[in-house]
């Protein structure tokens, strides 16, 4: 084992008793025993616009970079090192399996190819450290926050999933707004061998009793599922859970099952706004277009089973499923933000390279920007890209 890969395995060594934080202090220590000068961590904030400097014992205040204006930013938006003018620092983007965390500094006098190399495995050492660390240590929750959370924020927040998973076949990506104060949205997306797993919950209202919804329903998705329930099993088990238990709730939906070995798409529509199909980097109309189930709750699905429908991916296509949050929300003019300004957003980040979860930040950077920075419903959007000709990630 070399010096260098010695110094990464020593520092998964150490790492196991560090609290969170002094994770930033231990990397640090890390990359000075390689020879830099300076490394320093950076965590991306809930609403993706800044990178917020973990702390370190010799530091005082906060540090935060903007991630639309910063090499720093560029690294994490494109996720690919960076390299500054002067050729001594690296901003290296944290990734843990797909999902972006921020980003890595690190400052050397001379940075050769075998050097980088290294930054960027203690970059994905670093991630993973931070992913293992994050559960159980305020310290990383709280550097991701620039304000409070609130009780029904906090309620959704602690049963979602990472905001991007993937694999060789497909890569699934997530956002939520507004990202401090959930109402009743959420959404899931998981693997089970070769099919990806989708849903977006959208609870009427937004209060505690609506991210409690919203969390029954995901509870109930995950436990039918992974009993080798259908999506119709599924919808039955969210409205018998509303029904029981918020008896005053409704919740629309869209549930859906991809196999990315054939690229097979099966889903179910209660009430919700229907699917996006995005082919050669343009919408197909009404291509998910079916008639909608009922919404879930009082016991509609009791009697009759929803509708499952099914459609056959192309290579490429990706799949865009939104609340009306999106489309409704409205200027302080009164314009709404409409289902094409949502295609044309996604579709020209996409057709310029960006990668799925970068396309959804500037998104909601633009629908928030369309309501002047308040939100009067949720919005949350997922997208989902079947790349089975891609090889690897």
Same mark, same amino acid.
């Given at each position: 084992?070399?010096?260098?890969?010695?110094?990464?395995s020593e520092l998964i060594a150490r790492s196991r008793p560090v609290l969170g934080r002094d994770l930033a202090a231990l990397v640090s220590? +890390?990359?000075?025993?390689?020879? !830099?000068?300076?490394?320093?961590?950076?965590?991306? &904030?809930?609403?993706?616009?800044?990178?917020?400097?973990?702390?370190? @014992?010799?530091?005082?205040?906060?540090?935060?970079?903007?991630?639309?204006?910063?090499? =720093?930013?560029?690294?994490?938006?494109?996720?690919?090192?960076?390299?500054?003018? %002067?050729?001594?620092?690296?901003? $290296?983007?944290?990734?843990?399996?797909?999902?972006?965390?921020?980003?890595?500094?690190?400052?050397?006098?001379?940075?050769? %190819?075998?050097?980088?190399?290294?930054?960027?495995?203690?970059?994905?050492?670093?991630?993973?450290?931070?992913?293992?660390?994050?559960?159980?240590?305020?310290?990383?929750?709280?550097?991701?926050?620039?304000?409070?959370?609130?009780?029904?924020?906090?309620? $959704?927040?602690?049963?979602?999933?990472?905001?991007?998973?993937?694999? =060789?076949?497909?890569?699934?990506?997530?956002?939520?707004?507004?990202?401090?104060?959930?109402?009743?949205? =959420?959404?899931?997306?998981?693997?089970?061998? *070769?099919?990806?797993?989708?849903? !977006?919950?959208?609870?009427?209202?937004? &209060?505690?009793?609506?991210?409690? =919804?919203?969390?029954?329903? /995901?509870?109930?998705?995950?436990?039918?599922?992974?009993?080798?329930?259908?999506?119709?099993?599924?919808?039955?088990?969210?409205?018998?859970? /509303?029904?029981?238990?918020?008896?005053?709730? /409704?919740?629309?939906?869209?549930?859906?099952?991809?196999?990315?070995?054939?690229?097979?798409?099966?889903?179910?529509?209660?009430?919700? @706004?229907? #699917?996006?199909?995005?082919?050669?980097?343009?919408?197909?109309?009404?291509?998910?277009?079916?008639?909608?189930?009922? #919404?879930?709750?009082?016991?509609?699905?009791?009697? +009759?089973? @929803?509708?499952?429908?099914?459609?056959?991916?192309?290579?490429?296509?990706?799949?865009?499923?939104?609340?009306?949050? $999106?489309?409704?929300?409205?200027?302080?003019?009164?314009? !709404?933000?409409?289902?094409?300004?949502?295609? *044309?957003?996604?579709?020209?980040?996409?057709?310029?390279?960006?990668?799925?979860?970068?396309?959804?930040?500037?998104?909601?950077?633009? /629908?928030?920007?369309?309501? *002047?920075?308040?939100?009067?419903?949720?919005?949350?959007?997922?997208?989902?890209?079947?790349?089975?000709?891609?090889?690897?990630?």
């Amino acid at each position: 084992m070399g010096s260098g890969e010695k110094l990464l395995s020593e520092l998964i060594a150490r790492s196991r008793p560090v609290l969170g934080r002094d994770l930033a202090a231990l990397v640090s220590e +890390t990359g000075r025993d390689r020879g !830099l000068h300076d490394v320093r961590m950076y965590l991306a &904030d809930l609403q993706q616009a800044k990178l917020v400097a973990l702390p370190l @014992p010799t530091t005082a205040g906060e540090e935060t970079l903007s991630i639309d204006d910063s090499a =720093a930013g560029q690294a994490y938006r494109r996720e690919r090192t960076v390299r500054s003018d %002067d050729g001594a620092t690296l901003w $290296v983007p944290m990734i843990d399996g797909v999902e972006r965390l921020g980003v890595l500094k690190a400052t050397a006098a001379g940075l050769d %190819d075998e050097l980088i190399s290294w930054c960027e495995a203690l970059a994905g050492v670093a991630a993973l450290l931070l992913v293992s660390k994050s559960s159980h240590n305020d310290l990383l929750i709280e550097a991701e926050r620039r304000r409070a959370m609130t009780v029904q924020g906090e309620l $959704v927040w602690a049963f979602l999933p990472p905001r991007t998973i993937g694999s =060789a076949r497909v890569t699934s990506s997530a956002v939520l707004e507004p990202a401090y104060d959930i109402g009743g949205d =959420a959404f899931d997306h998981s693997f089970d061998g *070769d099919a990806l797993h989708l849903a !977006l919950l959208d609870s009427m209202g937004h &209060d505690l009793a609506s991210g409690g =919804a919203s969390a029954a329903g /995901l509870a109930a998705c995950r436990a039918t599922r992974r009993s080798g329930g259908s999506l119709a099993d599924i919808v039955l088990a969210i409205d018998r859970i /509303l029904d029981t238990w918020f008896t005053d709730r /409704l919740m629309t939906a869209v549930i859906a099952r991809l196999d990315t070995a054939d690229g097979t798409l099966a889903w179910v529509n209660c009430a919700h @706004p229907p #699917p996006l199909l995005i082919r050669d980097n343009r919408i197909l109309p009404d291509a998910l277009v079916r008639e909608s189930d009922l #919404p879930l709750g009082w016991g509609f699905h009791t009697e +009759t089973p @929803p509708a499952v429908h099914t459609t056959r991916l192309e290579p490429g296509d990706r799949v865009l499923l939104y609340s009306d949050g $999106v489309t409704e929300a409205r200027s302080p003019q009164g314009d !709404l933000f409409g289902e094409e300004r949502l295609s *044309d957003t996604v579709i020209r980040a996409l057709g310029a390279g960006d990668p799925a979860p970068e396309a959804l930040r500037l998104l909601l950077r633009d /629908l928030l920007r369309h309501q *002047d920075r308040r939100l009067r419903d949720d919005a949350t959007i997922v997208l989902a890209e079947w790349h089975p000709n891609r090889g690897s990630m």
